[in-house]
């Protein structure tokens, strides 16, 4: 079975073997079973940030349907302990409901909650390396069985150690997450302040936070939804780059554009808007080469149509990539994992 029925951008070949575990045990088995056979090992979860190579993986692919949410609470909190095949957008329900602070602003997202930790998943002001407080993981070198504190999964922008440094060595099994009850939501985004304010909500609850995130959202096509023409895409491709605020003043006057999009960073450099950049490359919303093209509503999403593979995307993401970096010198970095592919940044 293609892989590409498991991926939200619908292309990719076979895995040489797969298997979808249910518990624990079958994870460990399958990981030892690879092991013997000096087979690659690999974790699929959602297959939401995912581009697999048409001629597909040699490798075990083990699909992730771990399931089970433990409650407990702490001093100024709630913890909760998620098994890594529980669907994402579920947990941040579930925690709007019962009022608790702290993944409101990352409603909507696709995926599994074990691929969270992965590249550090984050919107509109929050992102989980602010509530993650321990992640429990099979070391794939040895077998090994442990669990890594928040310091020591060095989270970043879009990254963790289990993707820049040590990309496939940990398999995700669960994730604590310290939550707030009672907490007031996190209201950050201009986007998401203005869609609070035009319906006059003042002081917002949780569950409004998470209706103006997924409102805002569906407006650019960034949740899944079965009837919508970009739906079958991988969300941003591309991240926003940080840089010197030195280069971003240059590219500012390049652009000849003095409000080009710009936020500080906590270490001084400024981070850019990739979409902003692309559209300012010479694209615009729906441009398609072919069955590949840019979303009508996010310049920052490749979509695949009908008849598109693995190749056309990722020639497509280049002819992005150097166009942009043509304009502005800038050399855009693919936020998708790939799998089989040649690409600037496979796992
Ligand atoms: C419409 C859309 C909108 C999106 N919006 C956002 C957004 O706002 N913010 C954001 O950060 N991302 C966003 N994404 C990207 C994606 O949803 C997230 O990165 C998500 O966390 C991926 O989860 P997944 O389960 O689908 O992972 P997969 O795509 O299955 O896997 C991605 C990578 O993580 C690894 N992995 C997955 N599970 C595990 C595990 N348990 N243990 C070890 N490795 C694992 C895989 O091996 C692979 O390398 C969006 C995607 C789409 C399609």
């Known amino acids: 079975m293609p892989l590409a ?12 073997f797969f298997l979808e ?10 990981l030892d079973w690879a092991r013997r056979r000096g087979l690659a090992f690999r974790v699929l979860g959602g297959g939401s940030n995912l581009v697999v190579a048409d001629e597909g993986v040699d490798a075990l692919v083990v699909k992730l349907a771990l399931r089970g949410i433990a409650e407990r609470e702490v001093e100024g909190g709630v913890e909760l302990t998620v098994a890594a095949g529980e669907p994402w957008d579920d947990l941040v ?15 909507g997202i696709p995926g599994l909650v074990g691929a969270t930790p992965i590249q550090n998943v984050g919107a509109y002001g929050q992102d989980v390396s602010q509530t993650i407080v321990a992640v429990r993981v099979l070391d794939t070198r040895d077998g090994a069985g442990l669990t890594l504190g928040n310091a020591e999964c060095r989270f970043g922008y879009r990254d963790s150690r289990f993707r820049g440094e040590e990309p496939g060595r940990f398999v995700v099994l669960a994730v604590t997450y310290r939550l707030h009850p009672g907490g007031a939501p996190t209201v950050r985004y201009a986007d998401v302040e203005k869609h609070l304010a035009a319906r006059a909500l003042t002081a917002p609850s ?12 569906r407006s650019k096509s960034m949740v899944i939804d079965p009837d919508d023409e970009n739906r079958r895409s991988c969300g941003s491709f591309f991240m926003n780059p940080i840089v010197p605020p030195a280069v971003a003043a240059r590219l500012g006057a390049l652009a000849g554009d003095s409000a080009m999009p710009r936020w500080s960073e906590r270490d001084g450099r400024i981070k850019l808007s990739a979409a902003w950049l692309i559209e300012r490359a010479g694209f615009r919303r729906g441009q398609r080469e072919g069955p590949v093209g ?20 990722v020639a497509f993401a280049r002819l992005v990539q150097d166009a942009v970096a043509e304009r502005f010198g800038i050399r855009l970095t693919p936020e998708p994992v790939f799998w089989g592919v040649t690409h600037a940044r496979a796992s």
């Open 5 to 16: 029925s498991y991926c939200t951008l619908g292309v990719g070949g076979p895995a040489r």
């Open 21 to 30: 575990a249910r518990d624990e045990a079958t994870v460990r088995d399958a």
């Open 93 to 107: 329900r579930h925690a709007v409901e019962r009022g608790w602070q702290g993944l409101e602003c990352l409603s």
């Open 206 to 217: 949780l569950a409004d936070v998470r209706e103006a995130v997924l409102a805002i959202r």
């Open 294 to 313: 840019i979303s009508t509503r996010h310049a920052l999403a490749i979509v695949a149509h009908d008849g598109a593979r693995a190749r056309d995307v």
